[in-house]
């Protein structure tokens, strides 16, 4: 389980924000209601990690538009790297966690 007790906001790169919103129409108020809805599923991205630890999470905005939301932590926030639309199999591992 990823703890996120110690997070206290968010940190956004001006090139991240405005690539998420180019590309995927995600805004980053979007990105930030991911973290407060549930259910949310974090998982450790161990692959994209060699630089920094990343993480990706699948949750939904306010509005139930399901997201997947690439991230790091740095100095106790979050850094949202990419931001997109779940993918069919990402909308079926998410599902499973809210039976």
Not at 51 to 75: D, H, M, P, W
Request: proline share 3%.
């Amino acid at each position: 389980m990823i703890d996120l007790s110690d997070v206290d906001g968010f940190e956004w790169d001006d090139g991240n924000r405005i690539k998420n919103w180019t590309k995927h129409q995600v805004s980053t108020s979007e990105c930030e209601e991911v973290f407060f809805n549930l259910p949310l599923l974090l998982v450790d991205d161990v692959p994209h990690s060699q630089v920094e630890k990343r993480f990706y999470g699948l949750g939904q905005t306010n509005a139930g538009r399901k997201l997947f939301i690439s991230y790091t932590t740095r100095t106790n926030k979050i850094r949202v790297l990419s931001a997109r639309d779940m993918s069919r199999k990402e909308r079926r591992t998410y599902a499973k966690t809210n039976p």
